[in-house]
């Protein structure tokens, strides 16, 4: 993709950008201001940046992509289904704009839930530390874009000492072609609380659109967090994401990230262990084929000492599709004592299937434990072997074992419908599989 | 146990067969009637392990020459699935752990998937419960094994159990152990030989293959066969393993006079 190009593009984005000036706060309307210059000066990268080498983006320029205009008035009945039956609180967005009477918030536990137009008002104070301070947008062109376009979102504060035991379901809904939507998610989770967010990305129609979504979580002392992030979106569109998670001492993050849908995904998934005994897991499953393309770049960061990790990163490839898996453990020199494990396990189901995975290693400090391994392979035909002299036929032993190589993932997701409702989904991929 | 008016179960004839262009089993004749126990006994690498995989399909060996006959029919014909679904079971020596599946999952797979090819009906989960947990009483098995994932973190004598259990559930018609007895202790042998024993009756036939006499003393054969160098060179009852584990296997090459390297 040329430079005109790409300049070309976001300068059409930005012509749907306007000032909201009911909602505007200095703070906010600063840091818009600051984003909208650096989406002036940063480029679309191209296969020419180390960070996208594997994944070409430059047709996402092919289409001005531009916000919704119209936003469709969906009536419950139309989204239900997709609907987590054990959360509480219900936060719907439609096509980026915040659908309340799709939306159940329920304060019962004291939790803080809502969009950020309507939360900013009363919790300025406790929003401005953390919006826009996770992931950064100074080098990142989505990053920037998403906070240029940023007059709504969710908002999360779990204050001090609250566990809340039904999770919480952000829902995206995507319903036009040819649209571009920026959501935005904050999650603060105050020392000694405890919740689980399913972030939830959904295809109303399958069309070609863009979803450029940006979640900060922010894990204080002695707080938990579960976080489950879902990428449904349809099987044209582009999904962009940038995550980062801050955790605070002692606090324990827990991730799952999994990638169906799109037809180019990219998950940039920042963990910063930034305090001394954080703990994080941080799982991954994407599950692919046609002619998809998922990404997913993590950076785990061992910045004090006393920090644990654990990773495990899989891929089941089908069709022609590829999948990049980008790894990246840091050390830095005064995590003393960190205890670290990444593995990166792929499963290729076709001879066109491709991965390329990349596990990186960069200690700094010299008492640690640390360990990372990868695979790539096909099935193994002494696993099949077994199932088939166990009467299974063969189509019913590899789709088994395919779905396995899934579940493992699948089954540490904390929320029950949503485990049994993925568990089918990832049956029907296998028993759709093209080997 | 013998019976006079048993009929073959399985007729292996001549069989040959090679593994990436090596002989490995040179010319097997067995036959094994309703009812019987064989012992199938040898030094590591004589081609026992081998036969079994045969027997029960394993693509990895290919059959040169000879004949199996399974119930009448040509057992090399059949898909490895097609031969369980009409009776052959393989308990495995190393049995695969599948992370991810369910081990009730697994079980309930099989049985449905095999009982609807005997034109019987398929048990919904929870009939399936109960009648897996019956079985599971046979084996003195741990109904945590069900919810765990196939064979993974299972020690050795929990793997065995879990085979026999397959067994038990799947009512096979030919059992072939292959090398069960392994990574098993006293106790974990003896329930696994156990249920192996009430397992077996006038309508299926066993195959025992082992290393060691010790198995034999728990589950009694009816005819034990020494194989070496991809034969059976020697056939005789359950005496003769008892020979076999005082005396060795060098002294039968030398009474056969069976001349080294010998090519058929």
Redesign the interface.
Known sequence: MSEVASNHYLEGLLKTYSQHSSDVTPWLSQMRNEAVDRVGELKIPTKRDEEWRFTDISSLTDIPFQTAQTIPQLQPADIKHHYIQEAATRLVFVDGHYASALSTINNDSGIIAGNLSMLLPSYSAKIAPHLGQHVSYGDNIFAALNTAFLHDGVVIIVPQNISVSSPIQLLFIATQKEVTSHPRCLIIAEPGSNVTVVEDYIAGQEVAYVTNAVTEISVADNAHVNHIRLQRDSNQAFHIANCTATLAHASNFQSINVALGARISRLNLNVQLASEGAECAVNGLALIKKRQLADTHTFIDHIKPHGTSRQLHKCIVDGAAHAVFNGKIMVQPNAQQTDSSQTSRNLLLTGQAQVNTKPQLEIFADDVKCAHGATVGQL????I??????????Q??RN??T??????II?RIPVISLKNQLEQAVLEYTQSTES | MITNNSKPLLEVQGLHASVNGVAILKGIDLTINYGEIHAIMGINGSGKSTLAKILAGHSAYQVTAGNVIFDGKDLLALAPEERARSGVFLAFQYPIEIPGVANNQFLRLAYNTVQTQRGKDELDPLEFDDYVREKMKLLEMNPDFLDRSVNEGFSGGEKKRNEILQMALLEPRLNILDETDSGLDIDALRIVANGVNQLTNKDNATILVTHYQRLLNYIVPDYVHVMNSGRIIKTGGKELALELETRGYDWIGAEENIPEGAAL
């Open positions: 193994d035909p002494e696993e072997f077994y199932l088939k002299s166990r009467g299974l036929s063969e019913a032993a088994l074992l779905y396995a190589f899934g579940a493992e089954e």
